[in-house]
């Protein structure tokens, strides 16, 4: 972050300013405050900032941003109605001193992904930050931008949500010069109610893209690919919807990398991503589209986009002793459900395909449905032997049976499954792991390894 005077700080918030100071980092924990920090009073749902602020001036913070005096304030204090507000409308504000070009993305399934993606692709050629991990809401999206220096030429930020007026408020503090929206499932439909009201609420990312940006959408998806918007252009990706330029073509699979040819403007450009899948592929066509309105060319976009490496633990290949194992548990939604189940039929020499599912959380009254339906999936994609833990997952396990994967197992203990899978588990198979966050597969994946 830049050096800021407080003075300019308070006349950003509309804030009285007690005292100057100069304030080179804002933070919103203590272990994070040095001197010279602003620290922010935050509430949360465990603690509350405010409880802090005689410590944050022990170690050295140069001010703090609150809503309502505490005994112990030893320094310049700017008070404010909202201080969660305060620190998102702050970094919104100090967005707009740099010239730096921001691609916001956002979507139900997949954007963490095309964000890594839109990364590898603009890296190539511009010093671009990115939001790191899983810091895409109104805490973390203020703490990427915070990281913004005259030395940044691109950002790409990635925009979460759980309900309405979250993407909206987020998009207006990052104000993108291009939006990319991945598509629209079911996750959130518990709050949200309908796939159309989580379109609703994804499409607020309009609310903070500048007036020339473009809107860049999946064309593939149902409920983006007749999307029309008055004054806004609109760039549609796809594979199988005609109308998407740029459009993949002639995918096929080469060991563990996925090889086609993008169509653009009459022109074909082979294309090389070092991960398995459709989705992913719409992944690279969606960075593909990002790269080219900032500016690259094709042949500058495709040649970077081998450099793309999963994040986290989203579908990460691992050869584990001849056994090919997928780690893709850091979160599961009937899409990404039947995305990496479609990569896991892939895979494999000869050997059993088998996964190991766990329960896809925050689907309210259609759980029951879409565990059933992932069931389902495990028999198109002709998988030898499903593994289930977890509650909902049993409605996995029942269909999946029903539909004739010939091992349907159910296990309570996460070290069952991972001993099952080593007696079961030989050179040549390949295996899955695909959960919701909440689940915690990485413990059974960690015991498969036996790191435990």
């Known amino acids: 972050m830049e050096q800021l005077s407080l003075k300019e700080i308070a006349a950003a918030l509309g804030a009285d300013c007690p005292a100057d100071a100069v304030v080179d980092g804002i933070c919103i924990d203590t272990r994070e405050v040095r001197k010279g920090s602003l620290f922010t009073a935050i509430k949360g749902e465990r603690f509350d900032g405010h409880d802090f602020i005689p410590k944050a001036f022990e170690l050295g913070a140069a001010a703090v941003i609150a809503s309502r005096p505490v005994p112990g304030m030893r320094g310049p204090v700017l008070l404010v109605e909202d201080t969660r507000k305060a620190f998102l409308d702050l970094s919104g504000w100090y967005r707009r001193r740099f010239g730096v070009k921001v691609a916001a993305v956002t979507g139900s399934v997949g954007k963490t992904s095309t964000k890594e993606m839109i990364d590898a692709v603009l890296s190539s050629r511009f010093k671009?930050?990115?939001?790191?991990?899983?810091?895409?809401?109104?805490?973390?999206?203020?703490?990427?931008?915070?990281?913004?220096?005259?030395?940044?030429?691109?950002?790409?930020?990635?925009?979460?949500?759980?309900?309405?007026?979250?993407?909206?408020?987020?998009?207006r503090a990052a104000q993108g010069d291009l939006g990319v929206i991945t598509n629209i499932g079911v996750s959130h439909i518990e709050k949200l109610g309908s796939r159309e009201n989580i379109l609703k609420a994804k499409l607020e990312i309009l609310d903070g893209l500048k007036e020339s940006a473009p809107l860049i959408v999946n064309a593939d998806d149902d409920l983006l690919q007749g999307l029309a918007l008055d004054g806004r252009r609109i760039v549609r990706y796809g594979i199988s919807s005609a109308e998407a330029e740029p459009r993949a073509v002639k995918i096929r699979t080469e060991k563990l990398e996925t090889v086609f040819e993008i169509c653009y403007r009459g022109e074909e450009y082979p294309a090389r991503i070092p991960v398995l899948g459709n989705h992913h592929v719409l992944n690279a066509l969606a960075a593909f589209a990002a790269g080219i309105e900032l500016g690259m060319s094709p042949e500058e976009v495709t040649e970077a986009l081998p450099g793309y490496q999963p994040s986290g633990m989203r579908q990460k290949t691992v050869d584990f002793h001849g056994i090919i194992v997928v780690e893709d548990c850091y979160n599961a939604s009937p899409d990404s459900m039947k995305a990496s189940l479609s990569v896991l039929s892939m895979l494999g020499n000869g050997g059993k395909r088998v996964a190991v599912l766990g329960d896809m959380l925050e689907l309210g009254d259609y759980s029951e449905e879409a565990h059933r339906q992932v069931g389902r999936m495990a028999a198109e994609n002709r998988l030898d032997a499903v593994a289930c833990l977890g509650e909902a997952s049993a409605f996995t396990a029942q269909e999946a049976l029903r539909n004739g994967v010939p091992c349907v197992r159910c296990f309570e203990r996460k070290e069952d499954a991972a001993g099952w899978l080593k007696r079961s588990l030989l050179p040549g198979d390949a295996v899955l792991f695909k959960a919701s966050r909440g689940m915690k597969f990485e413990e059974i994946i960690s015991a498969f390894y036996g790191e435990e």
């Open 128 to 171: 671009t930050l990115k939001t790191e991990g899983n810091l895409n809401n109104e805490i973390g999206l203020p703490k990427t931008l915070f990281r913004l220096d005259r030395s940044y030429q691109a950002a790409v930020i990635e925009m979460g949500m759980s309900g309405f007026g979250e993407i909206s408020r987020l998009s």
